[in-house]
Nanobody, 127 residues
Framework: EVQLVESGGGLVHTGGSLRLSCAAS????????IAWFRQAPGKEREGVSC????????FYANSVKGRFTISSDNAKNTVNLQMNGLKPEDTAVYYC????????????????????WGQGTQVTVSS
């Protein structure tokens, strides 16, 4: 059974940092692209960053470029999202998701391209 489990959310002040983790199981982790999305209240789900596990290719949305860093720990089947310089507009539920086919180097933020999702973790940035 494919599972993705996020952790690491919380409440921070503007300018603070958080590190999110996505623990994956039930599929050959190395073969896939994993992405982080977020959804704020009343807004559509937004792609944040994605990583090709086998080739470490990384992509970022313009809104987080230079502040967020995505990485993978292949030994632990985990994808991390280090978030620095957090702003109130980063407040959202953050989800990790698996690309629907076993490709690395995918740069897609279309939610329909992802077939498995975690339950989400809340990130709140106070001003």
């Amino acid at each position: 059974e494919v599972q993705l489990v996020e952790s690491g959310g919380g409440l921070v002040h503007t300018g603070g940092s958080l590190r999110l983790s996505c623990a994956a199981s039930g599929f050959p982790f190395d073969d896939y692209t994993i992405a982080w999305f977020r959804q704020a209240p009343g807004k559509e789900r937004e792609g944040v960053s994605c990583i090709g596990i086998s080739d470490d290719s990384t992509f970022y949305a313009n809104s987080v470029k230079g502040r967020f860093t995505i990485s993978s720990d292949n030994a632990k089947n985990t994808v991390n999202l280090q978030m620095n310089g957090l702003k109130p507009e980063d407040t959202a539920v953050y989800y990790c998701a698996r690309y629907r086919a076993s490709f690395a180097g995918v740069n897609s933020y279309y939610a329909d391209d992802y077939d498995y999702w975690g339950q989400g973790t809340q990130v709140t940035v106070s001003s």
